[in-house]
């Protein structure tokens, strides 16, 4: 069985690449030499990859979900420097090193809760 199987969310993006028809709200431009320019490419810091949005995803949920993975969440104080590509550790899970999936910030109560999952060695 697949008793342990679960459907998957619907997917939706922040940042996506501009597909050359209808820029959306969603993709990046930026000016250079007085031109806009969309962005093609983004570099992700824990996979050491320049891919497009849409490609980063497809790498994440093959390399990182294909198989069992530990998650990870956590409640600190916003006060760490912590980015979205940082690559964490914990002592008490020796050896094990995590990604951010998720990272929610308060600045109100100055706190982040961050959802992580272990990071696979496919990268390297």
């Known amino acids: 069985g697949y008793d342990n199987v679960m459907k998957m969310e619907d997917i939706s993006f922040k940042i996506c690449t501009y597909d050359n028809k209808t820029p959306s709200y969603s993709t990046v431009d930026y000016l250079s ?24 995803f497809v790498v994440r949920n093959v390399s990182q979900y294909q198989e069992p993975r530990v998650l990870f969440s956590v409640n600190l104080k916003n006060n760490l420097g912590l980015k ?27 706190k982040i809760e961050i959802n992580m999952i272990e990071k696979t060695n496919k990268y390297n």
């Open 84 to 110: 979205p590509w940082s690559l964490l550790t914990d002592k008490t899970i020796s050896g094990k090193y995590f990604i951010v999936d998720t990272m929610n910030i308060d600045y109100r109560y100055n």
């Open 33 to 56: 030499n007085g031109k806009s320019v969309y962005l093609d490419t983004t570099y992700n810091e824990s996979t050491k990859m320049d891919l497009r949005m849409e490609e980063h």
